[in-house]
């Protein structure tokens, strides 16, 4: 079992960059596939990146791809998402997550989840 401590949201203008951590308790963090995905009021929870156990393979929603990305260090037990070029369309709460399977997109697939980390972007 794993638990997920995310860190480093706020509000930042239009163009703004954030590092959102994801702290992991346990000694078998390495042995998940980590993933980010993000909820905004009235909508459903989306994917927005994954990364691999090694870290070697990752995968992002088109709507983030060139803008966030994905790292993750196993000798610190967290997993980062670099957010650049920030608009109000990414304004939501971001989770991270554990799971098993590589390069899901489908939060149903991933078995921990973390509180939440509000990022709000303004105009």
């Known amino acids: 079992q794993v638990q997920l401590v995310e860190s480093g949201g706020g509000l930042v203008q239009a163009g703004g960059s954030l590092r959102l951590s994801c702290a992991a308790s346990?000694?078998?963090?390495?042995?998940?596939?980590m993933g980010w995905f993000r909820q905004a009021p009235g909508k459903e929870r989306e994917f927005v990146a994954t990364?691999?156990?090694?870290?070697?393979?990752?995968n992002y929603a088109d709507s983030v791809k060139g803008r966030f990305t994905i790292s993750r260090d196993n000798a610190k037990n967290t997993v980062y998402l670099q957010m650049n070029s920030l608009k109000p369309e990414d304004t939501a709460v971001y989770y991270c997550?554990?799971?098993?399977?590589?390069?899901?997109?489908?939060?149903?697939?991933?078995?921990?989840w973390g509180q939440g980390t509000q990022v709000t972007v303004s105009s």
């Open positions: 990364i691999s156990r090694s870290g070697v393979s990752t």
């Open positions: 997550a554990a799971g098993g399977v590589l390069r899901s997109t489908v939060a149903a697939q991933y078995d921990y």
């Open positions: 346990g000694r078998t963090f390495s042995s998940y596939n």
